[in-house]
């Protein structure tokens, strides 16, 4: 099987995991990538069967309204039922690395928003350790430069990635040569430098439940 076809095949597992927690007035919260694009594109079968999504990109709310899907304003929303996303990296207390498509701050919130946060990966995101995934780190421009040695005394090698702007409008450092021993420590640290809005560590508030694609068949797993 292609990466594509285990990343399609949990995207079909996430729809039906998530089948049962439906009503027709809940509020789904929806990620972003590839992974996240086969789920939205799934969703669109089920549409009737729930009330709207809060999207964690501009790029993912396009696609949700493409498909005729309503897209909310997150601050109208008390709760979202369950939240669907991809990740960089997973370990076995579902921990992740996020970013890799820029939107680690809006997956965050939409995360804290949310009942349930349902990840989707193909077993190429799995690791024993976090950090072989260089972690993005959302900065707002004028502190760029001033994270970035704060990122190197912490021991990481902060690499600008250009020519990205997030929704947000602020730019992302991916720090690279970090070996995550201590993922919630780690990403407590980071959030409070200067300048930083988040980083892309999900440990403080991890993944409840990971479907991952192997060549096995789809896994459901759980947090050890
Ligand atoms: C975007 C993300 C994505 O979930 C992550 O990058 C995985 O993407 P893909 O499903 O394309 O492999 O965090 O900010």
């Known amino acids: 099987m292609t990466q594509d076809q ?3 095949a949990v995207a079909r597992a996430a729809i039906e ?3 049962p927690k439906l009503f027709s007035d809940s509020i789904i919260g929806v990620g972003t ?3 996240a694009n086969f789920f939205i594109d799934y969703l669109g079968e089920i549409k009737s069967q729930f009330a709207g999504a809060v999207a964690s990109s501009d790029a993912s709310a396009a696609r949700l309204k493409k498909l005729g899907i309503d897209v909310l304003d997150c601050n109208s929303v008390t709760e ?3 939240y669907v996303d991809g990740a960089d990296e ?3 207390y579902l921990h992740l690395i996020k970013g890799g498509g820029a939107a680690l701050t809006r ?3 939409v995360r804290a928003v949310s009942k349930e946060f349902v990840c989707i990966a193909d077993e190429s995101k799995w ?3 976090l950090g072989k995934f260089p972690l993005p780190v959302e900065v707002i421009p004028m502190a760029r ?3 970035a040695r704060e990122l190197v005394k912490l021991g990481g090698t902060p690499v600008y990635r250009e020519g990205v702007v997030t929704d947000n409008g602020n730019v992302i450092l991916d720090v690279y040569n970090l070996q995550i021993i201590d993922p919630v420590g780690l990403e407590t640290r980071i959030n409070q430098i200067t300048g930083v809005v988040t980083n892309g560590l999900f440990a403080a508030q991890p993944a409840d439940v990971l479907l991952l694609g192997t060549k096995e068949g789809v896994k459901t797993l759980f947090p050890r």
């Open 145 to 147: 430069s001033y994270v």
């Open 17 to 19: 995991y998530i089948k």
């Open 80 to 82: 979202l039922v369950v």
């Open 6 to 8: 285990l990343k399609q």
């Open 33 to 35: 990538g590839s992974t």
């Open 127 to 129: 690791v024993d350790v």
């Open 107 to 109: 997956e965050k919130i």
């Open 90 to 92: 997973s370990n076995a």
